[in-house]
């Protein structure tokens, strides 16, 4: 960010917006001549508004306005976070409708979660979130983790994004190991599947739905998606013999036994941990499951830079999407 624009830098912070996301949004040719003019000062205005998701004209005149309020459909929103919903939404839709832009595609077809386990099995032992990522991209949903947020508050574990029939997933929440991902990605994608964008352009899981089960109909149903998509059964019923267990002792349980149920071990623990209420245990038994800690959102947006045709996106558009992907440090 170049200086000379720190009014607008700081009505863009009051607002709400993170520092990280207006440096992202800044565009790769501003320069201290472009500032000079009106109409580089303009032009800058115009590709803020764009890439956060902000009317242009009450930009120009410093005033910010976010495009997406009200419609964005939030789940486990507290109280305390009514404020950010418009920055969060407004930002989201501006990433999402970029993915959606650099991959070309029909509307996405409905399959059920039974039939995409059984598509998915067909290549690969387990659904794992390497095999639900394949299956995501086929299906013309492109999924990314961003690396910059919206709110300096990091509280967004995943959001939804629709545009013509076709949609987008935003990943918040990173992890040390796949399986955590891999439950979010399922559930988000039974949102997809399950008609829940029907009316709105965009849905946030603010809190991780896996560990915050509450009375909302539809984020039981995406939760029940996700189980039969990882595990072949909507409810289902790990036994073991292990009356009270420890993280090394379910390791190793886990581990015996993903074989048999035709279960990644990571995802089996998780299993046992939403049925018995031992997050904890099951959280740090992963580090006994996995040869070694990866952060999952390496793996998610390695294969979108693959995947992605940029060549479908202007310079300025690809710009933001990288930064938001790999970060921008300077
Ligand atoms: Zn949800």
Request: hydrophobic share 45%; net charge negative.
């Amino acid at each position: 960010m170049a200086s000379g624009e720190n009014k607008l830098i700081e009505r863009l912070r009051s607002a709400g917006i993170s520092r990280a996301a207006i440096r992202a949004a800044w565009p790769s040719w501003w320069t201290d001549e472009a500032g000079a003019t009106p109409s580089g000062r303009a032009e800058l205005r115009f590709a803020l508004a764009r890439r956060l998701g902000l009317e242009p004209k009450p930009l120009l005149g410093e005033r910010v306005e976010f495009v997406w309020d009200d419609d964005v459909k939030f789940k486990h929103l507290s109280a305390g976070d009514e404020g950010q919903r418009a920055a969060l939404s407004s930002f989201g839709m501006s990433v999402g409708r970029l993915l959606l832009r650099a991959t070309a595609g029909p509307p996405t077809r409905t399959v059920s979660s039974d039939a995409l386990r059984d598509a998915i099995l067909r290549g690969s032992r387990f659904v794992d979130l390497q095999s639900l990522l394949a299956a995501c991209w086929a299906l013309g949903v492109p999924v990314i983790h961003l690396r910059v947020f919206p709110l300096e508050a990091k509280s967004m574990h995943a959001m939804v994004v629709g545009m013509d029939g076709r949609f987008a997933v935003l990943l918040g929440k990173d992890a040390a190991y796949p399986a955590p991902v891999a439950f979010t990605l399922a559930h988000e994608l039974g949102h997809v599947m399950l008609n829940h964008l029907a009316e709105a352009p965009a849905l946030v899981d603010v809190q991780d739905p896996a560990r915050f089960h509450d009375s909302d109909s539809q984020e039981r149903e995406a939760d029940q998606f996700a189980l039969m998509l990882l595990t072949g059964s909507p409810e289902p019923d790990i036994q073991t013999n292990l009356s009270s267990f420890n993280s090394p002792t379910l390791a190793a349980a886990v581990l015996a036994a993903s074989g048999e149920y035709g279960v990644e071990p990571g995802t089996l623990a998780l299993c046992l941990a939403y049925r018995r209420n031992a997050w904890a245990v099951a959280m740090s038994s992963l580090r006994f499951i996995y040869k070694e800690r990866k952060r999952a959102s390496d793996e998610v947006n390695q294969i979108a830079e693959t995947e992605l045709d940029w060549s479908l996106l202007n310079d300025e558009g690809a710009h933001f999407l990288r930064n938001v992907m790999f970060g921008k440090d300077d």
